[in-house]
């Protein structure tokens, strides 16, 4: 991999740096920044659920880093006990677990997702307090209501 080349004059003196690429989505030194978190991130997702699969299928598709991996626990090959996670908690809300070991939960884990696949704008957006407060009501009533909304009540 190269690395655009940047001269500079400053005295009368000519240097070279190389310079990492930039992109408006990860900058140098941003904690969001993919380059620093523990990937792969395994997303848990119901495969069942279809506005859940319609969801997984979009971020499948902007996977392109290979930083996301998807485990369908509505399988029933899913060994729940293998992963260390209970049945009836993955049906609540949205897991992920970083390579790590390191488990996050509802709306963490679509910002995280959204940093992973270079939508790092719209995760610190959805940071923001306000948004934050908004998109964790939001996503609590349809966690909530999910299988009524698909009529799998």
């Not at 991999?1 to 070279?16: A, G, I």
């Not at 408006?24 to 523990?38: E, R, T, V, Y």
């Not at 908690?89 to 910002?111: K, N, P, S």
Request: charged share 25%; glycine share 4%.
């Amino acid at each position: 991999m190269s690395f655009p080349v940047q001269k500079h004059n400053m005295n009368k003196k000519s240097f070279t740096r190389l310079t990492q690429p930039t992109s408006p989505f990860h900058q140098k030194g941003d904690p969001s920044s993919p380059s620093a978190k523990p990937y792969p991130l395994t997303v848990y997702f119901d495969g069942e659920c279809p506005i859940c699969r319609r969801e997984i299928d979009l971020m499948k598709f902007f996977n392109r880093r290979a930083h996301l991996r998807f485990i369908d626990f509505s399988a029933s090959s899913f060994p729940s006990t293998e992963h260390g996670l209970n049945q009836c908690d993955l049906e609540r809300v949205i897991h992920a677990r970083w390579a790590d070991g390191t488990m996050i939960t509802g709306v963490e884990v679509f910002r995280e997702m959204w940093d992973a696949i270079g939508f790092g704008v719209l995760a610190r957006f959805a940071r923001r307090p306000t948004i934050n407060a908004l998109l964790v009501k939001a996503y609590a009533w349809f966690a909530r209501n999910r299988l009524r909304l698909t009529r799998r009540a």
